[in-house]
C-alpha cells in the first residue's frame, strides 16, 4: 500500500513485431525509466487511465506526496523500521485521470 503514494517516472515504448498476436504488437507499452529519459506525462505518473473507447493516458498526482511530508516536519515519507503508519493510515490517495479531448467533447 505504501508504495502507491510513490510516483514513477515511464517512457512509452511500441510493441513488439515478435508478439504471436497482432493487437498486442500495435499496443503502446509502457517501461520505468529514469526521469531523464520518461515521456512529459510519465515524469510523475503512477497509473495507467483507460477508458471506454480503448484510449489511454497517465495519472497525474494532485500534489507530491513527499512534499506534503516535508511540510508536515517529518524527516521521510516512510521510515525502514516501519513506524510510518501514523503518517499514512489515514492518508487518501488522490490522483486524475486526464480524460482525452475527444471523449470531453462526446460528454459536452
Same mark, same amino acid.
Not at 52 to 66: A, C, H, I, Q, R
Given at each position: ?10 517512457? $512509452? ?17 509502457? $517501461? ?17 487511465? $483507460? ?19 516535508? $511540510? ?37
Amino acid at each position: 500500500n505504501v508504495a502507491l503514494f510513490q510516483h514513477v517516472p515511464v517512457k $512509452r515504448i511500441g510493441g513488439s513485431e515478435n508478439d504471436r498476436d497482432a493487437n498486442v504488437a500495435n499496443e503502446t507499452r509502457y $517501461r520505468l525509466s529514469t526521469h531523464e529519459e520518461a515521456d512529459d506525462d510519465g515524469m510523475e505518473t503512477r497509473f495507467i487511465c $483507460r477508458f471506454s473507447n480503448g484510449e489511454k493516458t497517465l495519472s497525474v498526482f494532485n500534489f507530491d506526496y513527499d512534499y506534503h511530508t516535508y $511540510r508536515k516536519m517529518y524527516k521521510s515519507t516512510f521510515t525502514e523500521e516501519g513506524f510510518d503508519n501514523h503518517m499514512i493510515w489515514s492518508s487518501q490517495l488522490l490522483f486524475k485521470c486526464p480524460v482525452p479531448a475527444n471523449l470531453v467533447e462526446a460528454v459536452r
